[in-house]
């Protein structure tokens, strides 16, 4: 039995072997920023090889394997381990909890993931190249047509999913289990809400997932006929377990941005978030309808009229509840006495892209409009601005807004700023032309393109190089502070800031809550 | 169990630092990378070049399974070292159950994946429904039955085959349902549902043993009810014994084969699994002497995860027997 | 405004005016939205488009204006003391409650669209379209007589794309036989593929429709004007996904029915030629011609292999015939060598095993003609 006094260990086998929050918090959110260039410099080579019409870089076949690597790389390992980490790093301190439920499992969970992607990123080496049929990896062309590597795909996917699963098993079992006394649900902050109901979606569809990769293998080498009409499956039936995961998957991204949002607009107005309540009823709603719409991103693969009308009718039913979170996030603003320091400026690029990208997600969801944006580059817009200007902005509002907490030190507001005003800029000039392409007519996943799309493709890979080259600025302020930041000492960091994880000391100890908080049974919540 | 009261909650117990999760990693990570590169040989591989696939993934599995039997036996310790506060013990049931909830979405798949094949996709092939219409062009002659009497590709016959590159498929010549009614008592699946049923209420019983403190009549009916989890495992493979060789079922039988067997055989690997884990709880109570009436949460986990494999069965017996 | 905010502005000015120069700029050489197209249908979705677009701007107006106020005027430096209120039940219940029923407005155009597009009866005419990797096949169904069917494969030339030569105007969107379809007819499509899922998609005759390997997709268009239209492929199918474009050519009903002729005849032709028997120099000749434009890609020019196996000395090409002729015509399933059976007609096919077991040095010196291939087929 440790001594409860105990600091980390030193050297590698701190991070190794650690059972600790905040050290595997910290392994989380570097794994996932590693990835992120990793995902960001895959995106760079399509962006590079979009410069201009006709081929210049790279070959077809490989142009596929970067899409399909880049879409993986950012979702199952740039974003989700991402929110995974500040979920460790957070929920303990938020709800008073000295750890997370199963901490053991928790470092597995983490430890899963460093070689299942580098295995993942090893098939690029392989015989036949790597995965090559898009991150939604529809069948036949994943099963009969698949290069062999679709088999070391396979497996990785199965045990992302195992650390997923592990990962929320613990979130809930923490959240459920470990709250201080007093800390009701209603009172809980709202980025453990968001995570409580994600870490559901998750528990729900990752094994979902892990049946559809089941059928893939068992067709590619065992035989059987799922995904084929010859043997009386369906290559359909593919996409509808897939979307079945994937539709929630895309809101297992976005609820915990929505759960940073909700504590950082609060701090900055200092003024309490408006509307808890229907925010949490809102996160649950969207929750809910996001496994029942899942067709929406198959309009166009011949389903029956009544099935159509009824997906698209569930689908634009998700505007209301998101509504709701933005215009709670918006009159939380009002009256405020606002201040923008570099996670405010994050929140408010979050909300005015997110929600562009939120119309955008309204238009595809109108089944006969979408006959003419399914996979083209609206599409592809669209998903950009609901996913980097939702999730990663979001996650960079988090760094800055709990960064001085976690090691003690300030950041450089200027440069932050600076990192916000070339990301903003950078990102639209990326992503916003790709609206007009798409409704021009230009396909996603293809290499070259006809001549009427050169101009707005040439923006649009300026705007990414701009946009990434952003991300070293990042980089940088996040190291410059932890290695020669200034020290606050404050607790509380931010003057409007809210919540227990602001009432222990900065930086915070090793182990926090050893005995539990006081919850003030009149605050409203925090 | 009891509820997380103020006072117990001062004593919580933070695990220290630990090897289990780096080494469960590397057994892990061996194990699939040798499971798929034998798959990759079996498919697209070379006969005549020699391959470690085979080691690497035996390797990488002994040394999974025995991390996590070491990982299990750690947490028995501390447990009766009285380490665990009620709070943590209460932290292992959530987990228990929503690990339980994540295998109910497993399965929820493919018995999605069953419905959608018999209700939309069958018909469509055989050119009915909305979405069907046209598909006579395709799969001329095709008739849909479930089982099905053919694959569409056996009804247009190989040589003409719309598609390319499907592989090849036969039919099976029996289906695997209730067959007449005077051969009831040769139908397997039928023992099979009263060997679990029965199993599910004697595991029952050994609970209540235990809550009684009778260790005996627990022990007795813990070792019944691993019994006849294995009988049902031997029955199962006489099953597929049958379907294989008596009645041309097998994996490349078309969708039919493929949804039999996904289905049963992971339900029948589930079995064994929780057959394990209630043979180990079985040698805990008898060699190690553990689980008291008030503490038992390993026992008590087996059971459940036996009593989910049980309803999947029953779902099973309905929809891929009897139906 | 403090001096912060006016540097606040300056910088969001700057971002906005990119976009809308680029908007504006673009606006000249390119086209920024959704084309109306030249159908009926297609109007419709471009005036739903413009209809949902219009809304959510509106809100988004509202939305942003509210938020931008507050940016502006409850700024702390404004020194404004911060309010406390923290909820109201009837502004919740009132941004519920619109919404919806701003949605339910656009559901009922919607709903009336779809149910357009969904309306296959009266068509006229049946086109049955096939995705290949990496080209569509196109079959004109026809109750009596022959039907017509063609390839139409990508015609920009290699050195173009590998930016050796200049692109011309059309640059990846021509090929070298467009579809032709009458003006002011409803045509019906069934949509198939033959390996993977492809995507059939002309924007401008407001159609998109995957091709699912094993099942034929309904779609309908009525072109209301001649014209050249054309399009992508829309479902990633692998390597050449990018490299399989549609091309359209809207005629009026006389002309559709002088090329339907023409067709015909051609068909007849080939017909004719199937009832003939060639000489060995006629058929190499022929199968040489073929294999360069249908298996040289997998099997190389020397028949030395690539991603197929290698034709010289293949024991397969200098083994037994049938064997030979049965992988030509029904490929080897699972894996990328398809069933050319019923990709190419039986001269092609006789020429083309003919050649593979005299060219690359498999001296075999035996021919297969057109009606062994037709029996073969036959069983
Ligand atoms: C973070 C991820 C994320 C989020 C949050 C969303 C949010 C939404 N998405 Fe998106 N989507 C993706 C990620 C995401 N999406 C991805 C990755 C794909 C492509 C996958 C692939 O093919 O590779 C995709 C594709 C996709 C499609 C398929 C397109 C196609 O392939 O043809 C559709 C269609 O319905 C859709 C709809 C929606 C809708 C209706 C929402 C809604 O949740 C949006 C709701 C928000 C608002 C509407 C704005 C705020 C609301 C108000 C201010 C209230 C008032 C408004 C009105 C009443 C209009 N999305
Ligand atoms: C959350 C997920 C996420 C994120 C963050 C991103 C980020 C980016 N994406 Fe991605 N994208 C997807 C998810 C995501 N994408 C998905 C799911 C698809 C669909 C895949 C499919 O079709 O299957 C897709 C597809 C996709 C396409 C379409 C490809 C195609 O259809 O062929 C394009 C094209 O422009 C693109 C571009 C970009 C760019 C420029 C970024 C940038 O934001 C990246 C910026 C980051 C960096 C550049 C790295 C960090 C920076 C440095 C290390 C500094 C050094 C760099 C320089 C000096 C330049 N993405
Ligand atoms: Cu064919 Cu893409
Ligand atoms: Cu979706």
Not at chain 1, 26 to 35: D, E, K, P, R, V
Not at chain 1, 354 to 373: E, H, K, R, V
Not at chain 2, 259 to 274: D, E, N, Q, R, S
């Amino acid at each position: 039995m440790g001594d409860h006094h105990h600091g980390p260990a030193k050297g590698l086998s701190r991070w190794l072997f650690t059972t600790n929050h905040k050290d595997i918090g910290t392994m989380y959110l570097w794994f996932s920023f590693a990835m992120f260039i990793l995902g960001g410099f895959f995106a760079m080579v399509i962006r590079a090889e979009l410069f201009q019409p006709g081929m210049q870089l790279v070959e077809p076949a490989f142009f596929n394997q970067m899409t399909t690597l880049h879409g993986l790389v950012m979702v199952f390992g740039a974003i989700m381990p991402s929110f995974v980490g500040l979920a460790n790093w957070l929920i303990p301190m938020m709800i008073g909890a000295p750890d997370m439920a199963l901490p053991r499992m928790n470092n597995w969970s983490f430890w899963i993931l460093p070689p299942t992607f580098l295995l993942l990123a090893s098939t690029l080496f392989m015989e036949g190249g790597a995965p090559a049929f898009g991150w939604t990896f529809y069948a036949p062309l994943s099963t009969t047509y698949a290069p062999p590597s679709v088999t070391f795909f396979i497996f990785s996917v199965h045990v992302l999913g195992l650390s997923s699963i592990m990962g929320s098993i613990n979130i809930i079992a923490t959240v459920m289990n470990m709250r201080a006394p007093g800390m009701t649900y209603m009172k809980m902050p709202l980025f453990v809400w968001t995570w409580l109901i994600t870490a559901f979606l998750l528990v729900a569809v990752m094994p979902v997932l892990a049946g559809a990769v089941t059928m893939m293998l068992m067709d590619i080498h065992f035989g059987t006929s799922f995904f084929s009409a010859a043997g009386g499956g369906d290559p359909v039936l593919f996409q509808h377990v897939f979307w079945f995961f994937g539709h929630p998957e895309v809101y297992i991204i976005i609820l915990p941005a929505f759960g940073v949002v909700s504590q950082i607009i609060p701090a900055f107005s200092r003024k309490p978030l408006f509307g808890y309540d229907s925010m949490v009823y809102a996160t649950a709603s969207i929750a809910f309808l996001s496994f029942i719409v899942w067709a929406h991103h198959m309009y166009t693969v011949g389903m029956p009229v009544a099935g159509e009308l009824f997906f698209m009718y569930a689908t634009m039913l998700i505007a209301v509840p998101t509504g709701v979170k933005v215009f709670n996030w918006v009159t939380t603003m009002w009256r405020g006495a606002l201040t923008f320091e570099t996670p405010m400026l994050f929140c408010i690029g979050f909300l005015v892209l997110f929600t562009i990208g939120g119309f955008t997600g309204l238009m595809l969801s109108i089944a006969p409009s979408d006959f003419q944006y399914h996979d083209s580059y609206f599409v592809v817009a669209h998903f950009h601005y609901v996913m980097v200007a939702g999730a990663v902005f979001s996650m960079s509002a988090a760094v800055y807004y709990w960064l001085p907490k976690w090691c003690g030190k300030m950041y450089n507001e200027a440069m932050g700023k600076t990192h916000f005003w070339i990301s903003f800029i950078g990102f639209n000039l990326t992503f916003f032309p790709q609206h007009f392409v798409g409704l021009a007519g230009m396909p996603r996943r293809i290499p070259d393109y006809a001549l009427q799309f050169a101009d707005f493709n040439m923006m649009s890979s300026i705007g990414a190089f701009i946009y990434g080259a952003s991300q070293i600025l990042f980089l940088y302020n996040v190291i410059a502070t932890i290695v020669a930041g200034k020290p606050v000492s404050d607790d509380k960091v931010w003057e409007g800031a809210e919540g227990l994880e602001w009432t222990v000391p900065t930086p915070a100890p090793y182990h926090t809550f050893e005995t539990p908080p006081r919850i003030d049974p009149d605050h409203v919540h925090s | 169990m009891t509820t997380q009261t103020s006072t117990e909650y001062e004593k919580y117990y933070v695990p220290e630092k630990s090897r289990l999760a780096i080494c469960a990693t590397i057994g892990l990570v061996l194990s699939i990378y040798g499971a798929a590169s034998i798959m990759n040989d079996m498919t697209f591989g070379d006969p005549s070049q020699p391959s470690n696939a085979w080691t690497i993934f035996l390797l990488g599995l002994f040394f999974f399974v025995a991390t996590l039997f070491g990982w299990f036996r750690t947490a028995i310790k501390e447990n009766i070292a009285g380490m665990n506060s009620a709070q943590l013990k209460k932290s292992y049931v959530l987990g228990m159950f929503w690990f339980i909830f994540s295998e109910v979405m497993f399965f929820f798949a493919f018995f999605g994946t069953l419905f959608y094949v018999r209700v939309l996709v069958g018909p469509w092939l055989a050119g009915e429904g909305e979405a069907g219409r046209m598909n006579h062009l395709l799969w001329e002659g095709f008739q849909f039955s479930w089982p099905p009497a053919t694959t569409p590709q056996e009804a247009v016959g190989i040589a003409s085959q719309p598609i390319a590159n499907n592989g090849s498929f036969t039919s099976q010549e029996t289906s695997m349902a209730f067959g007449e009614v005077s051969h009831w008592y040769h139908w397997l699946p039928l023992w099979n549902t009263i060997i679990l049923l029965s199993s599910s209420v004697t595991v029952h019983i050994a609970h209540m043993g235990i809550l009684d403190g009778n260790k005996k009549k627990f022990n007795l009916w813990l070792a019944i009810t691993v019994l006849l989890g294995i009988i049902f495992l031997y029955v199962q493979a006489v099953e597929y014994h049958e379907a294989y060789v008596q009645f041309g079922l097998t994996l490349n039988s078309g969708i039919y084969g493929s949804t039999f067997f996904m289905l049963t055989g992971f339900h029948g690997f589930h079995v064994a699994m929780g057959m394990t884990m209630l043979l180990i709880q079985l040698l805990r109570s008898l060699k190690g002497g553990h689980f008291t009436a008030d503490d038992h949460f390993g026992f008590e986990a087996s059971s459940w995860y036996w009593h989910f494999v049980d309803v999947v069965w029953v779902f099973l017996f309905l929809f891929v027997y009897i139906l | 405004m403090s001096f912060e905010a006016k540097r606040l502005w300056k910088l969001a000015l700057g971002p906005v005016l990119i976009l809308m120069s680029a908007a504006v700029v673009g606006a000249e050489v390119n086209q920024v939205n959704m084309s109306q197209g030249a159908t009926e249908v297609g109007r419709d979705i471009y005036n739903l488009h413009m209809l949902i677009l219009g809304i959510c701007t509106v809100i988004g107006i509202g939305v942003f204006g509210v938020m931008f106020y507050s940016i502006i005027y409850h700024r702390k430096s404004k020194g404004v003391t911060p309010a406390t209120f923290h909820e109201s039940t009837k502004v919740e219940i009132a941004w519920t409650v619109v919404p919806f029923l701003i949605l339910i407005s656009m559901a009922v155009p919607a709903t009336s669209t779809l149910l357009d597009i969904y309306d296959y009866e009266d068509a006229e005419m049946d086109i049955m379209i096939t995705g290949y990797q990496w080209k569509w096949k196109y079959e004109y169904l026809n109750e009596n007589g022959e039907n017509v069917s063609f390839f139409s494969n990508l015609r920009t030339p290699q050195s173009e794309i590998y930016n050796t030569e200049d692109k011309g105007q059309h640059y990846l969107l021509e090929v070298d036989e467009p579809v032709v379809i009458p003006v002011d007819t409803k045509v019906r499509l069934l949509v198939t593929a033959n390996d993977v899922i492809h995507s059939w998609w002309v924007p401008e005759l407001a159609v998109k429709k995957d091709a699912i390997p094993g099942f034929i997709n309904e779609a309908w268009t009525r072109a209301s004007e001649t014209g050249i239209y054309r399009g992508q492929c829309a479902e990633l199918c692998g390597k050449d996904h990018g490299f399989m474009p549609i091309v359209v050519n809207v005629v009026s009903r006389d002309e559709y029915n002088d090329w339907l002729g023409a067709k015909q005849a051609e068909a007849a032709e080939i017909k004719a030629l199937m009832a003939q028997t060639f000489t060995m120099d006629e058929l190499m000749e022929r199968g040489e011609a073929v294999y360069q434009r249908a298996c040289l890609a997998c099997h190389g020019a020397k028949g030395e292999g690539g991603l197929g196996k290698a034709i010289a000395g293949s024991p397969l090409a200098t083994g037994e015939l049938g064997a030979h002729l049965d992988v030509g015509i029904n490929g080897v399933p699972g894996t990328a060598m398809q069933a050319f059976g019923g990709q190419m007609n039986d001269v092609d096919m006789a020429a083309v095993i003919t050649y593979q077991r005299n060219a690359f040095g498999n001296n075999m010196g035996d021919m297969v003609q057109p009606i062994d291939v037709f029996n073969y087929k036959k069983g």
